[in-house]
């Protein structure tokens, strides 16, 4: 990479850099953003790479790494490659064009997939099947074993295969997104292609339905790939035929979901019609094997209107993440030691939820604290005779939602329930659609969002009589009411009964379900109303500080920061001199460690066995300590486009242990953390001589669960 230090214009020796009105349009002062996201992805990669994690947690990494890439093909390379075929020449926050960015990933992209099947080849399969867990070549078979998969084949494979030739009367057939198919080359029998029986082209279709890798014999741990069985029995679909090719490709689609909100009567009715053509997007990538002959690539290429770039080969398994069904083989020395999560001691009691977070916050910190308070928060709510409303935001539930199912029943006790369903959560838009009308068959007044937001904010209200008198409590979390998620993503919760709260609350569900149109609030940060401004002037007032001699600081524990007029402000702060350090686990397009530019602010980024997901914001504030936790990241989507929000922690306790527990052990990782460099690549942080090794998610682990 380019030493970005060369970048910049310093014959003049004058320092600091002098910042433009704006940073657009400049690779000196920012990173680009698929780059930085390519970089994240790296990351990931490495974990599968490294030789000190159990293999089936190597072999887990390596199934995010690719279903990571489904994503950004699905969604960012679909829109770079839609203004491409449009013409749209705009440039991106560094100054590239649509098709130097996919160049880009395409340069970048290539080296890493030759790496992950190099080790998935080499490494993982090899040493797990010297663990016993083995995916074997169906030609490696016996022939006892090749008859019993070959009657299995015929019992439970063959009745769902749909063959689909290509001819004049059979045009090119329609491959669905990511699915798995094989290309085949058939001829007659007896070989002799005149009179029009020349080798024809057919797809057929991997079942999905069928798991990928198929058991050997009465082996609970040897298994063959399902492509490979089917291909071994091809000629029985095409009866007469000769199967001359067989080869596995694979299709990624345009998956985007663009919906004119301001055109559409019903919000439900356009999304569910937006839904139905996703699986038609437009193809962007096509992947096949290593063994497919040049001239079926092209053929597939050009069929599905993608150009040389857009093909990758691989030499070996298409679709790594099937291979995750290995994990769930009974071999506990190759995965992590089980975590165990509990409720804090202060939840710990006879009391009811609503007495302890009475007398003071609670704060929770997912996964190693289990996530069941916040379903017995609703729980209780849903049963207990003195709640009068429950209102909530739900952005992604999971599938059987505890959480959705409590809400359902207070309804159905009479209480007032209000629940903003955002149905244009992607990928979850089908589950929140359904969830959506469950709850309204229950009585439940569900609303779907505002018009062009999307509401990602994660709060629940309770309103409860107590003496006379109404009492809110409040929940606010960084993750979303989903349990499953959160045994997985590190998140926090805050449970709190301050009044100001409850009542900011009360008034951003207004502003959600009604007419309200609130412009101040008396404790949130809400996006897209003041948050923006308010992170602004906690920047600002922090670098005043430092300017006055005073104690200032900042640390932000985020999962992107793209936006570039804080980034604009984060450069002015460190040019003032002020102390800034960040915690962004993906993109970031702020160039760190540049002298005259930011120098003084350092950006690592933890990517570890959970996926870390807390936003927390810190300000040292002159000694009177600011503290937030909430859902927005720092990117121009969550300050200007989404309704998001950050709420104080007011507890001097819990401000301690966020700064001291949580914030100061994710700066000393030192085993999992990674540090961006101003070139744009991440190194990662090593212990040095005599220093003890940190792995904040480890010593998390350790830490709740001695104090549970």
């Known amino acids: 990479m380019t030493d970005p230090l060369k970048q910049f214009d310093m014959n003049s020796g004058q320092h600091p850099v002098t910042l433009p009105p704006t940073l657009f349009l400049s690779s000196k002062l920012l990173f680009n953003r698929e780059a930085s996201w390519l970089e994240f992805n790296r990351r990931v990669l490495a974990e599968a790479l490294d030789k000190s994690q159990p293999l089936l947690e190597r072999l887990k990494f390596m199934s995010i790494f690719s279903t990571n890439l489904d994503e950004f093909f699905m969604i960012r390379v679909s829109g770079l490659k839609e203004q491409v075929d449009e013409g749209i020449t705009d440039l991106s926050l560094d100054g590239l064009t649509p098709t130097a960015q996919l160049k880009l990933i395409n340069e970048r992209l290539r080296p890493m997939l030759a790496e992950q099947v190099r080790c998935l080849k080499e490494e993982l399969l090899v040493e797990l099947a010297s663990k016993g867990i083995i995916v074997s070549p169906y030609r490696t078979l016996s022939d006892r074993e090749r008859r019993t998969l070959n009657t299995y084949f015929v019992e439970n494979v063959f009745p769902v295969l749909t063959p689909q030739a290509v001819d004049p009367s059979h045009p090119f057939p329609y491959i669905s997104n990511l699915s798995l198919n094989l290309g085949v080359m058939i001829e007659p029998n007896n070989g002799e292609t005149t009179n029009g029986s020349e080798p024809r082209f057919a797809r057929v279709k991997v079942p999905a339905l069928v798991g990928r890798l198929v058991p050997v014999g009465e082996s609970s741990n040897e298994f063959v790939l399902l492509e490979e069985l089917i291909a071994a029995n091809i000629e029985v679909l095409f009866p007469g035929m000769r199967a001359t090719e067989m080869h596995p490709f694979r299709v990624t689609r345009d998956a985007d979901i663009e919906i004119r909100e301001d055109e559409a009567n019903d919000l439900l009715q356009a999304i569910e019609r937006e839904l139905r053509k996703r699986r038609f997007g437009t193809a962007v990538r096509l992947e096949v094997a290593a063994s497919m002959p040049g001239e079926m690539v092209r053929y597939l290429a050009s069929s599905l209107r993608l150009g040389a770039d857009d093909v990758y080969t691989i030499d070996g398994p298409l679709n790594i993440p099937d291979l995750m069904a290995l994990y769930k083989v009974d071999q506990p020395a190759l995965k992590d030691k089980p975590a165990v999560a509990g409720a804090p001691a202060t939840l710990r009691t006879t009391e009811s939820i609503f007495d302890v977070i009475k007398r003071h916050d609670v704060l929770l910190h997912h996964p190693y604290n289990s996530f069941s308070p916040v379903v017995d928060f609703i729980k209780s709510a849903a049963i207990d005779p003195q709640v009068q409303a ?155 500080h430092h300017k006055s001699g005073r104690p200032a600081r900042i640390i932000a524990k985020i999962n992107s920061l793209t936006d570039t007029k804080l980034i604009r402000v984060l450069y002015e702060a460190s040019q003032a001199g002020l102390p800034i350090n960040l915690i962004v686990r993906g993109v970031c397009t702020l160039r760190p460690g540049v002298p005259g530019l930011s120098e003084t602010i350092t950006v690592k980024s933890i990517v570890g066995r959970f996926l870390e997901h807390s936003r927390i914001f810190y300000f040292l504030n002159g000694g009177e300590e600011a503290v937030y936790i909430g859902s927005a990241d720092w990117m121009q989507r969550n300050l200007d486009r989404r309704v998001e929000l950050l709420a104080p922690i007011g507890d001097p306790r819990l401000k301690k242990h966020l700064r001291e527990d ?17 070139d744009g690549s991440y190194e990662r942080v090593r212990a040095g001589e005599g220093e003890e090794s940190v792995d904040s998610q480890s010593y998390f682990m350790s830490y709740y669960a001695s104090s549970q």
């Open 390 to 544: 429950i209102k909530m935001t739900l952005y992604r539930t999971g599938p059987d939602s505890p959480v959705v199912q409590a809400l359902m029943h207070a309804s159905e006790k009479g209480k007032q329930v209000a629940v903003l369903v955002e149905l244009k959560a992607r990928f979850d838009e089908e589950s929140n659609i359904e969830w959506a009308r469950r709850l309204e068959r229950s009585g439940v007044h569900v609303v779907y969002g505002l018009l062009g937001l999307k509401t990602h904010c994660k709060l629940a209200l309770v309103v409860r009589r107590e003496a006379d008198a109404l009492r809110r409590y409040v929940h606010i979390g960084t993750g979303n009411y989903n349990p499953t998620t959160a045994r997985i993503y590190t998140d926090l919760g805050l449970f709190t009964a301050d009044q100001n709260v409850g009542a900011d609350a009360t008034e951003l569900f207004n502003y959600l379900t009604g007419f309200s149109q609130q412009t101040e609030y008396r404790r949130l940060l809400v996006a897209p109303v003041n948050l923006r401004e308010r992170i602004t002037s906690l920047i600002e007032r922090e670098m005043e």
């Open 662 to 678: 949580v914030l100061d052990v994710c700066l000393r990782d030192n085993v999992k953390a990674r540090r961006l460099l101003p």
